[in-house]
């Protein structure tokens, strides 16, 4: 698989081990630069280059009055619940620097922390730490590569990725995808929603103490995990879900399999609410914790549970639904107060209301292609090239040059367990995409952060933090 | 892929002489309709995907940029998705700054796109109407190197501080490592 | 052996042996899960694939408390000072295991931002290839650290033995 970049002219300018030359004359000191808080200008940080890489260079937390970004830091930008101090003693604050190797940041998420005394006055996350260019890989990859690609984004909920894509590239081409392939999407898709989560109350209940959660948790997913693993082959980052359909059909003797599920981590569920839903340690460290009022979740744009558990009742399988979700039957949780009990009211009732989707699935299941007959965007059978000349020549072309894409532009979303998981995908025609662009919905969480986290004491964050299910790989790609 | 123009009808369709106006198309769904009507330079498309969301895109100019999504904020897109960014190359403008928007009361998805060109790429910011828009106009600078002015805090947000370039740009390179095969003298 | 190379007294190599099985049965590792694998390695330590019969369960987040470093998942360039400086604070002796494609050669991200492989920071002992690898495939990883551990295959100068 050859990678030939975009356009050769320019090299890739990846920074080197020499310490960056200063500026013309280097008499810019530390106070000076910080002034002009512009844009970051390379080469006026200190000589010492290798000591300080770790430091937070352009990301510092300025004193209070030069800080240009503290309205919305503060969260005062957006109707809030923040209670401005009156007194502001400098001397008092210290800024603590949380991650990006932490135990509870979920990934490498750096948080500053400016603390008075316990409690938090001002909070910058700095993002970028698993960054992977994944945007400019997925054009350098055809159609039916890139699932590959965006699958690693969010990786507790890979098959959604896919699907998010799939649904794109289809939206392009302009095929019709069969029934069955639509509901396998959603049977597989829905099962990974359940294990998203189950892997979020594992995170969840051992960042609040209750240790034995975390292996509650992974031990119910196995049972899906081995369900993945014996229908697409891997147990995460399955690259199942492509333009045209699914990879291969469900093997024989799946429905017992869910049948397993639905024992496991039905009496998993009911386990885990007697465990925490009145135990008095686990209501005091979530009740009120982390407020996200509606009108920050919307002008930030976070979507999903966690907006959802402040009241916003808005879920794209109901309102713009998609692969044949509207034949199921489902409700949606809400919750009220927007804290983080709230969230994880939400969370565990989603995952009965999946188990709902996927028993609907199971029962009508329709007979039919697991994807669609062009021969086109799908590869033929195996045996069928052996026999046919015309199936070996689309075989050939669809795995080395791959389908072209009529040119155009989509924007197509699908509701991942975090939220609006879209994908803007542009394309001229080529086999490869001209640019994709991934909306992640960890992204605008993060970015609200500050909004939950303000006025909160320090162990509040780390509760609050796993309560929202950040990933990532999904904020960075 | 079907694409329905409700905008501004192409000249040579009309018998009426080049001086006189055009008479505009609005677009046919009411909310639009009325957002349209103070806005006679905007574009408006719209197409039905096969699944999901219509999609009504509307094309801005820079200078209206602001103007515009503050009256498309008042007509009940509340909610902000997504700020993002195409570079087109060989096209005048070269790039496209693509906001989405959505409205839940509606349930209607908004697309506003402007072109921004490549020897004088900056546009304005729209964070002061959607707090949301901050990390996302950060991140284009960062991999495209669009400035957004009005923003509060633009700095490099996925790349390190010191990186020099905006790689999602078409003409910087991916980036490989060419593969080397033990023995071989010469790289592929 | 390089143990009996430098070592030739009976008594000095058994107790070279004996140090080096109470260093491989209580290695605790650093919690250094970046992507996708840390999800993997979550799943090694948990009960199914027990991790802790191997006496690992205990992941520390302090670097000085840990001897092995388990860098899981795709190492991008702004991370790439923060590895090398978990790993200059752990104490000797440490080892190494890098897990995954993308933390062994970079993976299928032969991009401008990841490090190809984090032997370009640290040294690495193992490389456990896969995309996520199992966790069998990562406890023979571990396994086999054990392996070369015990047969002195890996001796960095502590200053003691």
């Not at chain 1, 196995?222 to 014996?230: D, H, R, S, V």
């Not at chain 1, 979530?286 to 009108?295: C, I, K, N, Q, S």
Request: some cysteine; proline content about 7%; hydrophobic content about 40%.
């Amino acid at each position: 698989m050859s990678d030939t970049p975009n356009n050769t002219e320019g090299d890739a300018q990846a920074p080197t081990l020499e310490p960056p030359t200063g500026s013309a004359d280097g008499s810019l000191d530390a106070a000076e630069r910080r002034r002009v808080h512009d844009i970051w200008v390379a080469g006026t940080e200190e000589p010492d280059w290798i000591a300080n890489a770790t430091d937070e260079g352009a990301q510092e937390l300025l004193p209070r009055d030069m800080d240009p970004a503290l309205q919305i830091q503060r969260g005062i930008a957006v109707d809030d619940d923040f209670v401005d101090e009156p007194i502001v003693v400098e001397d008092e604050r210290q800024i603590l620097n949380m991650g990006p190797q932490h135990p509870a940041t979920h990934g490498v998420l750096r948080l500053h922390l400016e603390l008075d005394g316990e409690t938090i006055r001002r909070v910058k996350p700095i993002i970028g730490y698993l960054h992977t260019g994944m945007e400019k890989t997925a054009e350098n990859l055809t159609y039916m590569q890139g699932g590959t690609n965006v699958t690693r984004m969010d990786y507790l909920s890979p098959l959604n990725n896919e699907l998010c894509y799939a649904l794109a590239v289809e939206q392009l081409l302009g095929v019709e995808i069969p029934p069955r392939a639509q509901a396998i999407r959603i049977l597989m898709t829905e099962l990974n929603r359940i294990a998203s989560h189950l892997i979020w109350v594992a995170t969840f209940g051992m960042d609040i103490g209750a240790l034995s959660m975390m292996i509650y948790g992974f031990r119910d997913r196995e049972a899906i995990l081995a369900f993945f693993e014996k229908v697409t082959g891997l147990r995460m980052n399955h690259n199942y879900i492509r333009p045209g359909g699914v990879a291969a059909d469900l093997p024989e003797g799946w429905e017992e399999d869910i049948d397993g599920i639905f024992d496991i981590v039905g009496s998993g569920l009911d386990d885990y609410v007697d465990l925490l839903n009145r135990n008095p340690i686990f209501l005091d460290r979530t009740r009120g914790v982390g407020v996200l009022t509606p009108e920050e979740a919307q002008a930030y744009g976070v979507t999903g549970p966690a907006a959802r558990a402040s009241g916003v009742n808005f879920d794209l399988r109901k309102a713009f639904p998609y692969s044949g979700i509207e034949q199921y039957e489902f409700d949606v949780p809400l919750g009220k107060h927007g804290d983080t009990l709230d969230r994880y009211l939400v969370r565990m009732e989603e995952m009965r209301q999946s188990l709902r989707i996927v028993q609907q699935v199971l029962e009508t299941m329709p007979p039919g292609d697991y994807r669609t007959d062009d021969r086109k965007v799908t590869p033929p059978p195996r045996k069928r090239i052996d026999e046919s000349m015309e199936a070996l020549i689309h075989h050939f072309k669809l795995f080395t040059e791959g389908f072209k894409a009529p040119a155009g532009e989509v924007y197509q979303a699908v509701e991942s367990p975090r939220g609006e998981l879209g994908m803007h995908l542009v394309s001229k025609g080529g086999s490869k995409p001209w640019r994709l662009h991934a909306r992640t919905p960890s992204f605008a969480i993060v970015q609200a952060l500050p909004v939950m986290l303000t006025d909160q004491i320090v162990p509040d964050v780390i509760a609050t933090l796993a309560s929202l299910d950040p990933v990532l790989g999904d904020v960075d790609r | 892929m079907t694409e329905e123009t409700t905008a501004q009808e192409e000249p040579q369709e009309t018998d009426e002489a080049a001086e006189e106006t055009i008479p505009r198309v609005l677009p046919d769904d009411p909310i639009l309709a009325r957002l349209a009507e103070p806005f006679p330079n905007v574009v408006f498309t719209s197409f039905e995907p096969l699944a999901g969301a219509r999609q009504d895109t509307a094309i801005v100019s820079r200078g209206e940029l602001i103007a515009f999504v503050e009256a498309v904020k008042d007509a009940g897109f509340e909610t902000f998705i997504d700020v993002c960014s195409v570079d087109h190359l060989n096209r005048k403008p070269r790039y496209d700054v693509v906001i989405n928007l959505l409205s839940m009361q509606h349930t209607k998805r908004l697309i506003v796109k402007v072109g921004v060109p490549g020897d004088d790429p900056t546009v304005q910011s729209i964070s002061p109407i959607y707090a949301g828009a901050n990390f996302y106009e950060r991140e284009v600078w960062d991999l495209m190197g669009i400035v957004f002015e009005g923003h509060p805090d633009l700095t490099r947000i996925v790349l390190p501080d010191e990186w020099e370039g905006h790689p999602l740009r078409k003409d910087y390179s991916v980036g490989s490592v060419p593969v080397q095969f033990k023995g071989s003298h010469k790289s592929s | 052996m390089a143990g009996e190379v430098h070592n030739p007294n009976f008594l000095l190599t058994t107790l070279d042996k004996g140090v080096s099985w109470t260093r491989t049965r209580s290695m605790w590792p650093a919690t250094f899960g970046l992507a996708c694998c840390a999800i993997e390695m979550m799943a090694t330590g948990a009960a199914h694939h027990d991790l802790a019969r191997f006496g690992m369960e205990v992941f520390r987040a302090s670097p000085r408390q840990a001897d092995l470093m388990v860098v899981a998942g795709r190492l991008s360039q702004k991370m790439a000072p923060v590895l090398r400086q978990v790993y200059d604070q752990m104490a000797e002796p440490k080892w190494v295991i890098s897990m995954g494609a993308c933390a062994s050669t970079g993976g299928m991200f032969n991009n401008y931002a990841l490090v190809q492989g984090v032997d370009e920071i640290v040294p690495v002992d193992v490389y456990v290839p896969g995309c996520p690898p199992g966790p069998q495939s990562l406890m023979h990883g571990i396994l086999t650290l054990q392996d070369k551990i015990m047969a002195g295959e890996i001796r960095r100068s502590t200053g003691l033995l």
